[in-house]
């Protein structure tokens, strides 16, 4: 079962826009959230995270955000960049247990 | 960068055969992990690894051992390799509970044929 869902296999912004990743999860017990970032030919790579005892957390252009009645988190790269077009992978855990990841969202940002 | 190296980093095998691939790290995390990642699904723990010869399953676990016998290595075999496990593996480390954030490898790249 699948408890970690992205649902867009893939998105396309202009540069200088925003871009918005989506993903929803239906374990409640998960409390501990990521987003990686996945070039061509090479391992994922950290990007951001979250506890569940927040709502939102930036860094930079990049911000995540939680809705946990939802069960439901965003990633937003504001402005985006040629160079964040990859395959973005959120990722959930909870104590003790191994971390569950999406499917992937392909990015693709336009010059 | 995390200093975590995957060996091969390409393979083409024949169905049958046994397949062994490794993953090194010099950071001396206690945890280390291999993944699968295949279109459609992301990425899939088969196994971890919590300290020298501590090891556990994972989500995919089937036609899957691994070793590790010192902490900079973990090992992961297939006994008896099948087309259906075709894919790109991953060597993950985080530092030291599994909930942490983890750091990946370059991947290595199997085919079976």
């Known amino acids: 079962d699948q408890q970690v869902k992205q649902n867009s296999p893939s998105l396309s912004v202009q540069e200088g826009r925003i871009s918005i990743l989506n993903c929803d999860y239906t374990?409640?017990?998960?409390?501990?959230f990521l987003w990686y970032k996945k070039y061509p030919a090479e391992g994922p790579t950290f990007l951001i995270s979250?506890?569940?005892?927040?709502d939102k957390n930036e860094d930079g252009r990049f911000t995540v955000f939680l809705n946990k009645s939802a069960k439901h988190l965003s990633l937003h790269i504001v402005p985006s960049q040629p160079g964040d077009s990859a395959v973005y992978f959120c990722?959930?855990?909870?104590?003790?247990?191994?971390?569950?990841f999406g499917a992937g969202t392909r990015l693709t940002v336009k010059p | 960068d995390a200093g975590i190296t995957q060996s091969p980093r390409h393979k083409v095998t024949e169905t049958g055969t046994p397949v062994t691939l490794r993953c090194h790290q010099t950071?001396?995390?206690?945890?280390m992990y291999w993944y699968r990642q295949d279109p459609g699904h992301g990425l899939r723990l088969i196994h971890y690894s919590y300290g020298v010869k501590d090891t556990d399953k994972g989500e995919v676990s089937d036609g899957y051992s691994v070793s590790r016998s010192k902490t900079e290595d973990f090992l992961l075999t297939l006994e008896s390799a099948t087309s259906s496990q075709t894919s790109v593996y991953f060597c993950a480390i985080s530092e030291s509970v599994i909930q942490e954030t983890q750091y990946f490898g370059p991947g290595t790249r199997l085919l079976v044929l």
């Open positions: 374990n409640s017990m998960f409390d501990y």
């Open positions: 990722a959930a855990t909870m104590k003790d247990n191994d971390m569950r």
């Open positions: 979250i506890s569940s005892i927040k």
């Open positions: 950071e001396n995390h206690r945890y």
